[in-house]
């Protein structure tokens, strides 16, 4: 069986893991520019056939909502692939997530949810880097991406919700309905004290759902939206004494040790922080 690899990308340094029955041992560590390139190209001789992923916790990405009518096989994917280049330039990372169906008048549209990187250019030497070793890519990822799967390893298996973590790229805040990613935002961050870092949550978390109001994602007189939070080591008292719920906000806070195990984390990974769950 080939091996499998995951390259994790952050705005700082790219770390590659291999998969050591179900853990993820680090393998390399590379700088983002030219020499880091040339030192993975390097890696790759020999590694023909060899299985990549790549999973990007980066900031610069964009969801987008559309409809288009409700169509099978051939006829559904020749519309999205027209519909795709409508909001982005470059359509290599661009995948369509089906969100349903929804009644459009006399017809039914199926709803869906564009997604892509704004800067795709980090990500091309690496990608070239794999295809012309012969290695097999089995994807490009990022946190949001992953984020329902992770929502129902932490028991949220439907209804609204969204899944706020800290990372190395930032406070991670992705919302997801009824097992679908329907938006997600990156939001950098500083050096806190464990109580500061809380309120940013909270009050972070309250204006992103507000704004899922203005875009109608949210309803405007539904009910409380529940609200995973992971907590750094140690932190998750301080994160609770602040993140109390509301009518609009029922939080539920996770020590990261705690996620990791409901996530199935048999070894933390290296250099990964809050990332380590969508890693896994």
């Given amino acids: 069986m080939a091996a499998k690899h995951i390259l994790y990308f952050t705005a700082d340094e790219h770390y590659l893991y291999r998969d050591a029955r179900g853990a993820l041992e680090l393998e390399a560590t590379y700088s983002g520019d030219d020499g880091g390139v040339a ?24 969801f987008h909502e559309d409809q288009i009518p409700l169509l099978r096989g051939g006829d559904r994917e020749s519309v999205i692939q027209r519909r795709i280049p409508q909001p982005y330039r470059d359509t290599r990372l661009a995948p369509a997530l089906s969100l349903g169906t929804v009644q459009a008048g006399e017809r039914r549209n199926e709803r869906l949810l564009l997604a892509s990187f704004t800067n795709t250019q980090g990500l091309a030497p690496w990608l070239d880097a794999l295809e012309e070793s012969g290695a097999r890519l089995a994807g490009v990822y990022s946190p949001p991406l992953v984020a329902p799967a992770l929502a129902a390893r932490l028991g949220a298996r439907s209804g609204r919700v969204f899944i706020v973590t800290p990372t190395r790229a930032g406070l991670r805040q992705s919302f997801v309905d009824d097992g679908k990613l329907r938006f997600a935002r990156l939001e950098r961050t500083v050096e806190m ?88």
């Fill in 39 to 62: 030192a993975f190209r390097e890696y790759l001789r020999g590694r023909r056939g060899a299985l990549f992923s790549i999973m990007a916790d980066v900031a610069g990405e964009d």
């Fill in 193 to 280: 004290v464990p109580q500061a870092l809380a309120m940013f949550v909270r009050s972070e978390t309250l204006r992103l759902a507000q704004y899922l109001v203005t875009l109608r994602v949210l309803p405007r007189e539904g009910g409380p939206v529940q609200v995973l939070v992971v907590a750094p080591p140690g932190q998750r008292a301080a994160f609770e004494q602040v993140l109390q719920s509301d009518t609009r906000l029922v939080f539920r806070t996770l020590d990261s040790a705690e996620a990791e195990r409901a996530a199935g984390v048999r070894r933390k990974p290296a250099g990964t922080a809050g990332g380590g769950l969508y890693l896994h």
